[in-house]
Nanobody, 125 residues
């Protein structure tokens, strides 16, 4: 069993930055693909970014490319989401997720096995 806990959310003005962290338990963290998703009020959960177990492959939804960066530190069992040039439309609850298997579709919520409780990100205009 793996537990993931997000942190780093908060209130920021448009154009500002935040770094989200996702700490995961378990000795096999380094073998897990990881993803960040977000969900705004009244909307479905959507894919934001994903990273392979080694960190060698990263994926982003088009709306965050060039602004967000996903990374991981397997020695610390932690995944990060650096968010720059934030926009009001980035406002959402951000979730971290872990997948036990090799992923070919990082954007599919059904591919992930473990989810955190979420952290709120609010971007004011």
């Amino acid at each position: 069993q793996v537990q993931v806990v997000e942190s780093g959310g908060g209130l920021v003005q448009a154009g500002g930055s935040l770094r989200l962290s996702c700490a995961a338990s378990g000795r096999t963290f380094s073998s897990y693909a990881m993803g960040w998703f977000r969900q705004a009020p009244g909307k479905e959960r959507e894919f934001v970014a994903g990273i392979s177990w080694s960190g060698g492959r990263t994926y982003y939804t088009d709306s965050v490319k060039g602004r967000f960066t996903i990374s991981r530190d397997n020695a610390k069992n932690t995944v990060y989401l650096q968010m720059n040039s934030l926009k009001p439309e980035d406002t959402a609850v951000y979730y971290c997720a872990a997948a036990r298997r090799t992923l070919y579709t990082y954007s599919d919520v059904e591919e992930y096995d473990y989810w955190g409780q979420g952290t709120q990100v609010t971007v004011s205009s």
